[in-house]
Nanobody
Framework: QVQLVESGGGLVQTGDSLRLSCATS????????MGWFRQAPGKNREFVAS????????RYSDTVKGRFVLSRDNAKNMVHLQLNSLKPEDTAVYYC?????????????????WGQGTQVTVSS
């Protein structure tokens, strides 16, 4: 059974940075493409970023491209999402998700495991 636990959220001001982490347990971390999604109150869950199994390929939503950086450490079964230049519209619960297989995906329905989420709040 794969478990994902997010951490690193918090309350920050516009322009600040945060580093979200996702610790995974269970077998086969290096076999998963990983992704981050977020959900704001009253809104659907939306894609933020994803990374391939090796870490060689990443993809970002247009709203975070150039501000967020996704990386992974397969030796430690960890994924990190660096959030820079935060804006109030980045406020949401951020979820780490794992997808079996080679291809990265922007579709949350293609992911097989997810964590409980970590709250990011950006004040203006």
């Amino acid at each position: 059974q794969v478990q994902l636990v997010e951490s690193g959220g918090g309350l920050v001001q516009t322009g600040d940075s945060l580093r979200l982490s996702c610790a995974t347990s269970g077998p086969g971390f290096s076999n998963f493409a990983m992704g981050w999604f977020r959900q704001a109150p009253g809104k659907n869950r939306e894609f933020v970023a994803s990374i391939s199994r090796s870490g060689a390929n990443t993809r970002y939503s247009d709203t975070v491209k150039g501000r967020f950086v996704l990386s992974r450490d397969n030796a430690k079964n960890m994924v990190h999402l660096q959030l820079n230049s935060l804006k109030p519209e980045d406020t949401a619960v951020y979820y780490c998700e794992a997808k079996i297989g080679l291809d990265i995906s922007v579709n949350a329905l293609e992911y097989h495991y997810w964590g409980q989420g970590t709250q990011v709040t950006v004040s203006s």
